[in-house]
């Protein structure tokens, strides 16, 4: 089954859910935005699905954050485009069935926020992870409200603050990622572990997410939605945009 463009498919009791625009690196175009929604709707409502798994076609990106192709330096469009965008990254911790990102490559901006809002990452030995907008004069909108609660304040400032990448082993060590595995054995070791959780009691493991994400989805995306669209009116933004297009380094005023 493909809703636009992302792959769905069923194996046994879990959810397969792949971006697949590999030329573009599965950054998040218009079609894998919707195709993701349509996705975890369909897993949401199958009675037979209990975990979901996401994950990149082509084998070299996960996906690679934001297409910025047609980024526009208006109110308007900054407020629609963080409003709908910052709604999806979150859609895997509000989903009440667990997600797991098999993480194959590049996990980059929007891509990297969505494998933070995952319940797990499993990640390939060839993954890479950066919360790279710092560089286009903008900041991760989700992973800024999410980062500190995972790797703590002065970490998730020095992420968000430089954009470095870090490698699989690095994001494990931080204590993003659960797994490194091989590359080859990724998908393997995404569907043990969803077979294991699905062998479990399904109200309690429900329970148990709704129980760990309690706090989160509240002011402080209200409060991201609010403030991130400022960035966009910003020269150093438009700079670093600009710059991005035309393949140079910024220069940032």
Same mark, same amino acid.
């Given at each position: 089954?493909? &809703?636009?463009?992302?792959?769905?498919?069923?194996?046994? %009791?879990?959810?397969? +859910?792949?971006?697949?625009?590999?030329?573009?690196?599965?950054?998040?175009?218009?079609?894998?935005?919707?195709?993701? /929604?349509?996705?975890?709707?369909?897993?949401?409502?199958?009675?037979? =699905?209990?975990? *979901?798994?996401?994950? @990149?076609?082509?084998?070299?990106?996960? /996906?690679?954050?934001?297409?910025?192709?047609?980024?526009? &330096? %208006?109110?308007?469009?900054?407020?629609?485009? *963080?409003? $709908? =965008?910052?709604?999806?990254?979150?859609?895997? $911790?509000?989903?009440?069935?667990?997600? +797991?990102?098999?993480?194959?490559?590049?996990? &980059? @901006?929007? @891509?990297?926020? +969505?494998?933070?809002? /995952?319940? &797990?990452?499993?990640?390939?030995?060839?993954? #890479?992870?950066?919360?790279?907008?710092?560089?286009?004069?903008?900041?991760?909108?989700?992973? *800024?409200?999410?980062?500190? #609660?995972?790797?703590?304040?002065?970490?998730?400032?020095?992420?968000?603050? %430089?954009?470095?990448?870090?490698?699989?082993?690095?994001? #494990?060590?931080?204590?993003?990622?659960?797994?490194?595995?091989?590359?080859?054995?990724?998908?393997?070791?995404?569907?043990?572990?969803?077979?294991?959780?699905?062998?479990?009691?399904?109200?309690?493991? !429900?329970?148990?997410?709704?129980?760990?994400?309690?706090?989160?989805?509240?002011?402080?995306? %209200?409060?991201?939605?609010?403030?991130?669209?400022?960035?966009?009116?910003?020269?150093?933004?438009?700079?670093?945009?600009?710059?991005? !297009? $035309?393949?140079?380094?910024?220069?940032?005023?």
């Amino acid at each position: 089954m493909r &809703f636009d463009s992302v792959n769905y498919e069923t194996n046994g %009791t879990t959810a397969l +859910i792949t971006f697949d625009e590999p030329d573009k690196l599965n950054a998040l175009s218009t079609g894998i935005r919707s195709g993701f /929604c349509k996705a975890l709707e369909q897993a949401r409502h199958d009675d037979g =699905v209990r975990v *979901i798994v996401l994950t @990149g076609a082509g084998g070299k990106s996960f /996906c690679a954050g934001a297409d910025i192709s047609g980024f526009e &330096f %208006t109110p308007t469009y900054a407020k629609n485009f *963080i409003d $709908e =965008v910052l709604d999806i990254l979150a859609l895997p $911790e509000q989903i009440n069935k667990p997600v +797991i990102a098999a993480v194959n490559g590049y996990a &980059f @901006g929007g @891509g990297f926020e +969505i494998s933070i809002a /995952c319940d &797990f990452i499993i990640a390939s030995e060839q993954a #890479k992870f950066s919360a790279p907008e710092i560089q286009l004069g903008l900041l991760p909108g989700f992973a *800024i409200a999410r980062l500190n #609660k995972l790797v703590g304040r002065q970490q998730a400032k020095y992420l968000s603050m %430089t954009g470095v990448k870090l490698s699989a082993e690095e994001a #494990k060590d931080l204590g993003l990622v659960l797994k490194v595995v091989p590359h080859e054995q990724l998908l393997a070791e995404a569907f043990a572990l969803a077979d294991e959780l699905a062998s479990k009691p399904q109200m309690a493991i !429900r329970y148990a997410k709704s129980i760990y994400n309690r706090e989160l989805g509240g002011d402080d995306l %209200t409060y991201a939605k609010d403030v991130m669209p400022f960035l966009f009116l910003d020269d150093d933004t438009k700079e670093g945009v600009t710059a991005f !297009r $035309e393949k140079r380094k910024p220069v940032f005023k």
